[in-house]
Nanobody, 124 residues
Framework: QVQVVESGGGLVEAGGSLNLSCTVS????????IGWFRQVSGKERSAVSC????????YHTNSVKGRFNISRDNAKKTILLQMNSLKSEDTAKYYC?????????????????WGQGTQVTVSS
């Protein structure tokens, strides 16, 4: 059984930092690209960042470029999303999701597995 578990969310002041972790079990972690999405209540879920299987290809949506970093530790089966210079518009529930392949596509309806999400709230 595949499990995807996010952690690290919380309340932070604008300009601060948070690190989100995604730990995966039940599959061959190194064979899949993994992405982060976020969703504000009442709005559609949107892609934030993605990292392919060997970390050679990384994607960030424009609004987080230069502020967020994504990395992976295949031995620990963990993805880390480092979020710096946080803004109030980064407030959302953040979800970790597993692609069906080694590369990033970030198509919401094509992701293989999802976590339950972790809330990030940035106060201004």
């Amino acid at each position: 059984q595949v499990q995807v578990v996010e952690s690290g969310g919380g309340l932070v002041e604008a300009g601060g930092s948070l690190n989100l972790s995604c730990t995966v079990s039940g599959l061959s972690f190194g064979d899949y690209a993994i992405g982060w999405f976020r969703q504000v209540s009442g709005k559609e879920r949107s892609a934030v960042s993605c990292i392919n299987w060997n970390a050679k290809m990384i994607y960030h949506t424009n609004s987080v470029k230069g502020r967020f970093n994504i990395s992976r530790d295949n031995a620990k089966k963990t993805i880390l999303l480092q979020m710096n210079s946080l803004k109030s518009e980064d407030t959302a529930k953040y979800y970790c999701a597993i692609e069906k392949s080694t590369y990033c596509r970030l198509e919401i309806d094509q992701m293989a597995f999802w976590g339950q999400g972790t809330q990030v709230t940035v106060s201004s």
